[in-house]
């Protein structure tokens, strides 16, 4: 039978409104299932006013079996087997013939009872029972209340429609009761209009310029878009977030197409789409990757026939350009040079001191990683850059577009002809600000990259600054995948430990706690931020654990061994190795370190273990510093005939003590092999469990 | 048409749904929310509903009257209701309808803003209204002050006049609006912002604003301490607005401008705290 669950609300933001889809469809599974009715499919459809749920729900419950659990055997039968009063008593007030009880076992022991079919109910009423808890338990990133209420939700909720075979479902939640009436559009049909089924509910809403599946709003904001480009032979400066968020602002989607005056061409593609963007939420036009003097809105809105809409967003967008303009040229009137002198004056956090000192910091960070990746030829133009690069925060046009902090020095450090190599890494230099954002396209833009991110983790965690749950207003994990990513997608090979070394040195005296703790919070920080890039990659968590439990000390080795993992856990001598890995780890365990002592190799099989462990520790020392771990792990199999016949021959645990050290000392040898590769020991293999 | 046209319409409109006519308070204010009639009276249980112009101050935004859209003082219309009537948009809705705006032929968005003053321990949620891409409104539903959760909760719409004026005669400059049928803006208001943008960027003394602001914290201490909790507020609120003069002189320094907008904070989130056990108390 047809269920329909309508929520109208006033306009909530997109973000929230795609977590309630998410999260309504999930509990409606989990509801009807564990309430026993059978389903078809479950959609959900929303917009910034409305979160809709349709489905195809059994009539009613499925009959079940029920147990009813009455006295303990031993209590309910004598032991002369007859029953005792308490189970006369039971079996009374159950209606039913002491005899007809039997004996249920439990987790608890055994006991009199009986099973009892139940007849299901009808779904109309179990879920009028579990609507108001379903509603009532979906979660916001901010939750409000409203009128007298202590009730939270994401926006205030207006009306509730609710009806399943045809018929309205009787509840409330949050001070409204469900009804069988929606609303339109707020503007054109804010009166409500009774519905029987969800064709109908769908077909009013849409004469109601309501349009509720968002795919279709997509649909509906692509095609005109593309409609009004067509005739300009231009494109759409893309932006996928403000597309998204559209989608949802908008009941009915009405594609706008205005124009500014040329005259604000002179300003750059950034600054014109992020002044579009901020505030009226409109779309550059671009062609040859040159602005045109167009943009396109979307409305919330059926038509424009009088271009009322159009107008009025050209006459604030004429506004916003014309600051935007005026700041650009005032900005440009003093060169950044000349700006730079400013830093001092603006505090970056009280402990850490100013944009100055950070500057300073920067310029020792950059030439220090220049130096480490070999980069002589980039080293100077980095060390300028770092000199530039947060002189935009002096700027009239960040001051008014935060958002652009880092393109607009980079911007004007064009304008100023600066080489290109310069400005481009003051450009690049807040990117990646998330890990589907791109890493900087240029070396020294790289470099500054991580330079500024780490120097921001340190500085806040040297000043006692810590992540904790879903707190992180310093943007701590979002730096720190900044950095893996730059440093994996760039193949940078560099200590990280001695980077960490050096920054917190740079820093020196600034930081108030202890500079091992700061290093060994950090190192814990980027650990789990590796962890959580791969598992975004979807790689297995336990190959994760092998790779990043060796150390992270070189980022991008820790990348390269993981994709080798990865590559060969299908091989059949992958398993073997992961066996034979646990049980040398298992028989280490708790033992002090021993030397070898070639001369104490008293058997065939140790021997030969002992020369198979030296050729492939010669041959996989190099691989590894060069980071091909593929073919190192390849040669790291032929260990397993040596070691098994090894284990199949000789007693390792034997009396003779010395004998018994010197084959502990082989094995461990191996091991400290193993793990420079990966900690075999942390992979999972079918039927046994992770060693921890 | 005109501004004075635009508050009476405002005004009958709100008078007719039960707010009562506030006068604008005479002292300095950044926005209409810091007014007794909102400050005060969104903490207590009772009802209110309350309706009035505020001009409101904000000198960094002052350019000489030579920028089309920025002044160092404008005009809000502010309203409190209290609790939020549960059609509050449409109402909302219906008052722009009352303006003469038809709205079958615009775009009217809500979109997220949420509203924060840490200072006071202040925050809310809401939208500001967009008209055709123009923010003529933001429209807050208040949830805590002073750390304490508002009950019944209070709506707060505060329309910008002026831009709501702009729209309403399709005009591009501020100064070209008309106060009443014989006077603009220009007239009211071009002097004033021009003699006040020199006073607050060049002639406020620094000095002697420091000053004050001190005076005014330390008598504010003094009067909370004697449970004046409205003569207290005044005083930090004429902190505040030194607080804004010394900001255009750009005479604070980072680690002044920390201190002086803790000790503000301070002064508030003691009268508001003081004055949510007052009323809570039998």
């Known amino acids: ?692 | 048409m005109s501004i004075q046209n635009l508050i009476m319409d405002l005004q009958k409109f709100w008078a007719e749904r039960g707010c009562y006519l506030a006068q604008s308070y005479d002292l300095e204010v950044g926005a209409g929310t810091m007014t007794p009639d909102t400050f005060f009276r969104v903490l207590d249980k009772r009802p209110w509903k309350v309706a009035y112009v505020q001009p409101s101050r904000r000198p960094t935004d002052g350019r000489y009257g030579e920028n089309p859209h920025r002044v160092q003082k404008h005009f809000q219309y502010q309203v409190i209701m209290k609790p939020a009537p549960s059609d509050i948009q449409q109402i909302y809705i219906k008052s722009l309808a009352a303006l003469g705006i038809n709205l079958q032929d615009h775009d009217i968005r809500f979109d997220e803003d949420d509203w924060e003053a840490p200072s006071i321990g202040a925050w809310g949620v809401g939208w500001q209204v967009l008209l055709d891409g123009l923010e003529i409104t933001q429209f807050t539903y208040f949830q805590q002050a002073g750390g304490i959760d508002l009950f019944p909760v209070p709506v707060e719409i505060t329309y910008g006049l002026e831009r709501l004026e702009m729209f309403l005669e399709g005009k591009d400059n501020i100064f070209d609006l008309n106060w009443s049928e014989d006077v603009s803006y220009q007239d009211l208001r071009f002097i004033e912002e021009r003699e006040f943008s020199e006073y607050n960027f060049s002639l406020a003394n620094v000095r002697r604003l420091k000053d004050s602001f001190l005076l005014n914290e330390k008598e504010a201490r003094l009067l909370i301490d004697k449970d004046l909790l409205l003569p207290a507020y005044d005083m930090c609120l004429k902190c505040s607005h030194f607080f804004n003069l010394l900001d255009s002189r750009g005479a604070i320094s980072v680690t002044e401008r920390v201190k002086m907008i803790a000790q503000i904070r301070n002064l508030a989130s003691q009268i508001a705290e003081k004055y949510i056990a007052r009323e809570s108390s039998p």
């Not at chain 1, 032991?79 to 987790?107: C, H, N, P």
């Not at chain 1, 002809?417 to 890494?425: G, M």
């Not at chain 1, 396209?441 to 790289?446: I, K």
């Open chain 1, 1 to 692: 039978m047809e269920f329909i669950l309508e929520i109208n609300t006033e306009e909530m933001p997109p973000a929230h409104v795609k977590t309630a889809l998410v999260q309504l469809e999930e509990k409606f599974k989990e509801e009807l299932s564990s309430q026993n009715i059978d389903r078809g499919q479950i959609e959900t459809y929303g917009t910034c006013r409305r979160l809709v749920v349709v489905g195809d729900f059994a009539l009613s419950q499925k009959d079940r079996e029920k147990e009813i659990i009455g006295p303990p055997k031993d209590v309910g039968i004598r032991e002369d087997g007859t029953f005792s009063s308490a189970a006369q008593g039971f079996a009374k007030s159950q209606g039913v013939r002491v005899s007809e009880l039997k004996v249920i076992k439990t987790a608890k022991g055994e006991y009199l009872g009986l099973r009892k079919m139940e007849k299901g109910k009808p779904s109309a009423d179990v879920l009028s029972e579990i609507l108001p808890q379903i509603v009532s338990s979906l979660s916001f990133p901010k939750m409000m209340r409203w009128g007298e209420s202590s009730f939270r939700f994401s926006r205030p909720i207006k009306n509730i429609l609710c009806l399943f075979d045809r018929k309205k479902l009787s509840f409330s939640v949050g001070g409204i009761h469900a009804g069988n009436s929606t609303v339109g559009h707020k503007i054109y049909f804010p009166n409500k209009t009774k519905v029987k089924s969800f064709r109908e509910y769908k077909e009013t809403l849409r004469k109601m310029k309501v349009v509720i599946d968002q795919e279709e709003r997509r649909k509906m904001i692509v095609n005109q878009v593309g409609r009004k480009l067509a005739s300009l032979k231009a494109t759409l400066h893309p932006d996928e977030d403000l597309l998204e968020g559209l989608v949802y602002d908008v009941e009915y989607p009405h594609v706008i197409l205005g124009s500014f005056p040329e005259e604000y061409l002179d300003l750059p593609l950034e600054v014109l789409s992020t002044a579009m963007r901020e505030g009226q939420k409109l779309f550059s036009i671009v062609k040859d990757k040159k602005q045109l003097p167009f943009f396109l809105g979307v409305a919330d809105a059926y038509q424009d026939s009088k271009s009322l809409i159009r107008k009025g967003n050209e006459r604030v967008l004429k506004a916003r350009l014309d600051d935007a303009k005026f700041f650009w040229e005032q900005d440009r009137k003093i060169t950044l040079k000349d700006k730079a002198k400013g830093l001092d004056k603006i505090v970056l956090q009280e402990k850490l001191g100013s944009y100055e000192d950070k500057t300073q910091r920067l310029k020792k960070t950059v030439s220090y990683l220049a130096d480490k990746i070999e980069a002589k030829k980039e080293k100077q133009q980095v060390i300028q850059a770092a000199e530039l690069s947060k002189v935009d925060l002096l700027t009239e046009i960040v001051r008014e577009f935060p958002s652009l902090q880092g393109n607009v020095g980079g911007l004007y450090a064009r304008e100023e002809k600066y080489p290109v190599l310069v400005w481009k890494a003051v450009y690049e230099h807040y990117q990646p600000v998330s890990l589907d954002d791109e890493s900087p396209a240029s070396l020294t833009g790289a470099i500054l990259s991580i330079a500024d991110k780490l120097d921001s983790i340190v500085g806040a965690v040297g000043t006692g600054i810590t992540v904790t749950g879903s707190s992180d207003p310093f943007g701590l994990r979002r730096n720190a995948q900044g950095i893996c990513k730059v440093i994996i997608e760039r193949k940078l090979c560099l200590s990280f430990l001695r980077l960490m070394d050096k920054v917190i040195a740079v820093y020196g005296e600034k930081l108030q706690e202890p500079k091992e703790k700061v290093k060994s919070y950090c190192l814990d920080f980027f650990s789990n931020r590796l962890r959580y890039i791969f598992e975004r990659q979807g790689y297995r968590y336990d190959l994760i654990n092998a790779t990043v439990s060796v150390g992270i000390d070189n980022i991008y080795h820790s990348y390269l061994r993981l994709k080798a993992l990865d590559s060969l856990k299908e091989s059949p001598s992958f398993e073997p190795l992961i066996i034979i890995a646990k049980r040398v780890n298992n028989i280490l365990k708790d033992q002090p370190l021993f030397k070898i002592n070639q001369a104490l190799l008293a058997e065939k099989e140790e021997r030969e273990l002992y020369t198979t462990f030296s050729i492939i520790k010669n041959n996989i020392l190099p691989l590894i510093s060069k980071g091909d771990f593929s073919q190192a792990q390849r040669i790291i199999f032929r260990i397993r005939s040596s070691i098994n016949k090894f284990f199949d021959n000789v007693l390792v645990m034997t009396d003779e003590i010395r004998m018994r050290r010197n084959r502990l000392a082989l094995l461990q040898a191996i091991s400290k092999l193993l793990i420079q590769v990966a900690d075999y020991s942390q992979i999972v293999i079918e039927g046994q469990n992770s060693s921890k």
